[in-house]
């Protein structure tokens, strides 16, 4: 979230903040009814506390004079009362000001363009899409006529939006969760982590999702327990309530889990296939970084989960999305969007974003530059490395064959006992 006293200061900076970001909720008003609400109240309380110091005063000269002081001192009994019952009035202001602080998104990179969807900026393309001699299938055509992928059995199991992979293309997923951490691992120098699919409502606060998405996630009835809806939330939740050490920064850290979101687009959207499902695979990759190193840390992270596009040899474009089109939480993101032959369009396959102190002010993340320093908050940023499901779908409709064969790329034969095609040859 952002710094109370920030918002404070700087009501008029952040109502066009709002504005570029195509915000109409009325929540900085919401927010100036509720601090002067509170202020009255502590101005209130504060009248009464000198009233009741004076009374006291006098009390104390009407006692040393010997004097009856019985109706001072009730007065100043009615005056503590009233500051008493004030107290948790006070506290109830300041708990709804706090939830509607959590509400207000964070502020925008300057490097932002400033705009809705059609003002995001491409810095790149990588790849040329190929010329196919014939018309490329969709992934879901190549999966069903191999026998592969089963949209119709996994409605029977758990409704729409799920999907079942036999054979090949199950192998094919697990070859591509352990080649993606190998490359973060072994080559990019992250560390590997195996966090619990399961977290709790403070670890989802703590990065974003609630209370703002809470319509978005899937919650285990009767416990304080959520389906993961990325491994964003566990990972970044390791150092909730920490104060790291300096030294240690930046922290490199990457995870497999499957994923878990209710949200299912826009109606009528990719309502066929595996572009948004409910349940999904996906490699993470967190940093933790000082404030003056996320912004280069940002690059770093986009370019390492670009390299898992780039040996795979499937073309891809980076696009810098605008104020208007990127997440809640961040303050900078980067799309990576994969070439799809069988729809004839580029998707988004990875999303890479720097949250300045906007999570770690939530999740109260700190860290010390050196023993006995002050605490700061540190930076967080996080990438997918990618959607597993999606680099699938990419490796299906750019790797098929005229027959619906499918293509194994060189790079991920050796994860799938030397397999070089997938299907019907």
């Not at 006293?5 to 100036?32: C, G, H, T, Y």
């Not at 922290?251 to 878990?260: D, G, L, N």
């Not at 474009?317 to 303050?331: I, N």
């Amino acid at each position: 979230m952002l710094d109370l006293k920030f918002v404070r200061d700087n009501l008029d900076l952040l109502e066009k903040m709002l504005a570029d970001r195509n915000d109409k909720s009325a929540i900085l008003e919401k927010f100036q009814d509720l601090d002067q609400k509170r202020r009255n109240l502590l101005r209130h309380i504060e009248d009464l506390k000198n009233k009741r110091n004076i009374a006291s005063d006098k009390v104390a000269v009407l006692k040393k004079s010997g004097a009856d002081a019985s109706e001072l001192i009730a007065e100043n009994r009615e005056l503590s009362q009233e500051i008493k019952r004030l107290d948790p009035e006070v506290a109830e202001v300041e708990e709804q000001e706090k939830q509607l602080l959590s509400s207000i998104p964070n502020m925008p990179d300057a490097s932002v363009p400033i705009g809705d969807e059609s003002c995001n900026l491409e810095i790149r393309r990588v790849g040329t899409p190929r010329e196919f001699g014939f018309t490329p299938k969709n992934h879901w055509e190549l999966g069903e006529d191999n026998g592969l992928m089963d949209f119709l059995r996994a409605s029977k199991i758990a409704g729409s939006r799920f999907v079942v992979l036999y054979g090949a293309l199950s192998k094919l997923t697990r070859a591509l969760i352990n080649f993606m951490l190998d490359l973060h691992c072994d080559v990019q120098g992250y560390r590997e982590v195996w966090p619990p699919a399961l977290i709790n409502s403070q670890s989802l606060y703590g990065t974003g999702q609630l209370p703002k998405f809470s319509q978005d996630g899937f919650k285990i009835e009767g416990f304080d327990l959520w389906l993961a809806p990325t491994a964003e939330v566990p990972l970044t939740n390791l150092y909730r309530d920490e104060i790291l050490n300096g030294e240690d920064l930046p922290i490199s850290i990457t995870a497999y889990t499957p994923c878990f979101r209710a949200e299912a687009g826009a109606a009528g959207r990719d309502t066929r296939g595996m572009i948004r499902m409910h349940q999904f695979d996906k490699v993470e990759l967190v940093k933790f970084t000082k404030p003056e190193d996320s912004a280069q840390a940002l690059e770093q992270l986009t370019l390492d989960a670009e390299e898992v596009l780039k040996q795979l040899k499937l073309p891809y474009r980076t696009v810098l999305l605008s104020t208007g089109d990127m997440g809640f939480t961040s303050a900078k993101t980067y799309d990576l969007e994969v070439w799809l032959p069988g729809a004839g369009v580029y998707r988004e396959i990875s999303s890479c974003s720097c949250f300045t102190d906007f999570q770690a002010r939530r999740a109260n993340i700190k860290f010390r530059r050196e023993k006995g320093g002050k605490p700061e908050f540190v930076h967080t940023l996080n990438g997918s490395g990618l959607a597993v499901g999606r680099t699938v779908v990419a490796l299906m409709e750019n790797y098929q064959n005229q027959d619906g064969s499918i293509e194994v790329p060189e790079i991920l034969r050796p994860y799938l006992g030397g397999l070089a095609v997938i299907g019907q040859r």
